[in-house]
């Protein structure tokens, strides 16, 4: 699931799939459970995800955030059910969900609650979120109710805590979402939680089992041997979509692509040659060739089903004769190189090392900048190495994924100068002004302005978008949100009929 609550450090979301726990309760859904079962029902999962993605994969059942994030960017209750703003946009209240239990029995109580919260905010990484180092203080008010004081308005708070849930104060694998943990290893074992407050899951176990690549999973669930893939690669899609036991429910990932730029550069410093190489890409070529055609075009890192978002903003189109134009305006002629093909400009492009997905693109990449005259040379490192050359600046360009979280504080961590290392200032002012208000009709005016401001000085090519399919048995069925994520709302599916 794609887990507001588990998103990893800005600089490393391309490491990592996450996966966003925002289901709804459903009156038929939870009829179904009355349905009379002859034995309990288990659904295997697969995935090929290792370490920290597969606990975080699994962490998403087990707990529930403290607030959720819509498809529209918007907050939404989870732990809270309401919250409100003090006029000076100074204090925070939050009104706790009553009837809250952790998987032992043990009540979500406020004073639970209220250090909870303190320890989510000692321990979160300033590089995961913006507000939480602005929050002074945690108080309680009446019997639900906990005030965070803020030392300046904050309008990322409520997203951020997106990011975070409230675990167990004395054992950390128990919190009070669908399911809880019986057994972990190799194949992590869950059980339906009764007291769940959205209704007690349709199925009755889950076991999470790791898989050392993407092969081995669909290979497994068309085999039989397990009930639903966690993520299909783009090559297989057409594949398992011909099997008349599986049912693919594809979806648009909250992360897009980047080729991001070095600002510091002597040449790609200036903004018209960023816009240059932005016309001289053909962002659906790289969607066709490098995610075998999985995928939207991305036109900025705003989450593009963002209600604030703007549509009417202009785009980078493929445009090779502008693109030569602007280079040619700024002084790059097309000259010969001994050895190497005749460019105007040559840059160094990072990007994973043993990831088919990045090399696919970048050899996409590679290939349109010779059309134009540009000589980009790749450079693969291993995935411990890039977040390093990142951190310290010593970089052209790099070849990244990175999270949208659906939400504009995830921009204002990657494009900030207080955040990042590239130099990029030019989008310092509307995305302060982002931080600071909360007025539907301001928020609306200033993504406008920061859309804008993105495309005339550009801090990296926004490419695409990447789509992938969950794939499940027939033996379940699954509610549907066509584009939606299937697995947020795993605690509602239910056995078909032939599995009663």
């Known amino acids: 699931m794609d887990a507001c609550r588990s998103v990893r450090g800005r600089r490393t979301t391309w490491l990592l799939a996450a996966f966003v726990l925002a289901a709804s309760a459903s009156a038929c859904s939870s009829a179904s459970s009355d349905v009379p079962r002859t034995q309990p029902v288990t659904l295997h999962i697969g995935i090929a995800l290792h370490g920290a993605a597969v606990k975080s994969f699994v ?10 994030i819509r498809w529209d960017g918007r907050p939404v209750d989870r ?7 003090s006029d000076d ?51 309680t008010d009446g019997k639900d109710t906990v005030v965070l004081k803020l030392s300046r308005p904050e309008a990322f708070l409520l997203t951020d805590l997106a990011n975070g849930s409230i675990a167990h104060p004395t054992n950390p694998d ?12 190799k194949k992590n074992q869950l059980a339906a939680f009764d007291k769940y407050y959205q209704g007690r899951p349709n199925i009755d176990f889950v076991e999470v089992e790791e898989f ?10 068309l085999r039989g041997d397990i009930d639903a893939v966690h993520e299909i690669s783009p090559a297989a899609v057409d594949f398992v979509k011909g099997q008349s036991n599986v049912h693919l429910f ?105 990831d088919a997905r990045y090399e696919k693109i970048a050899l996409v990449l590679q290939k349109q900048f010779y059309e134009i005259g540009v000589d980009m040379e790749i450079e693969a490192l291993p995935a411990i190495e890039l977040p390093k050359r990142l951190e310290t600046g010593q970089f052209d360009t790099v070849l990244i994924e990175r999270s949208s979280g659906r939400s504009l504080a995830w921009t204002y961590l990657s494009y900030h100068s207080s955040n990042n290392a590239q130099g990029y200032t030019a989008a310092d002012g509307v995305l302060d002004r982002l931080r600071q208000t909360t007025d539907d009709a301001q928020i609306r005016t200033a993504v406008s302005e920061l859309q804008q401001t993105l495309f005339d000085n550009p801090p990296a090519i926004f490419i695409a978008w990447p789509q992938v399919s969950r794939a ?24 078909s009929e032939s599995r009663r």
């Open 59 to 68: 962490s998403n059942l087990l707990f529930e955030s403290v607030v959720g």
């Open 79 to 85: 732990a809270v059910a309401t919250w409100d703003w």
């Open 89 to 139: 946009k100074l204090s925070l209240n939050l009104h706790l969900r009553q009837n809250l239990t952790f998987h032992d029995g043990t009540p979500v109580d406020l004073q639970f609650f209220k250090a909870g919260l303190e320890k989510l905010f000692r321990s979160a990484s300033p590089l995961t979120n913006v507000s939480f180092k602005s929050v002074t203080k945690v108080e």
């Open 174 to 185: 128990i919190g009070f979402g669908p399911f809880k943990l019986v057994g972990g290893g």
């Open 212 to 221: 050392d690549e993407q092969r081995g999973t669909w290979a497994a669930l």
């Open 250 to 354: 594809p979806f648009m990932r909250p992360y897009y692509f980047q080729l991001v730029f070095n600002v510091r550069h002597p040449i790609l410093k200036n903004p018209v040659v960023r816009q240059a190489l932005s016309y001289g890409v053909d962002r659906q070529g790289v969607i066709d060739s490098g995610l075998s055609h999985q995928g939207t075009v991305a036109e900025g890192p705003i989450w593009p089903y963002y209600w604030a978002y703007s549509t009417a903003q202009k785009t980078y189109n493929h445009n090779a004769e502008a693109a030569t134009l602007r280079l040619e305006s700024a002084g790059l002629k097309l000259k010969p190189s001994p050895g190497r093909m005749p460019s105007r400009l040559r840059f160094r492009c990072l990007t994973v090392a043993k």
């Open 472 to 495: 499940v048995s027939t033996k379940f069925v699954v509610p549907d949100e066509k584009g939606r994520d299937v697995m947020s709302s795993l605690w509602q599916w239910r056995p």
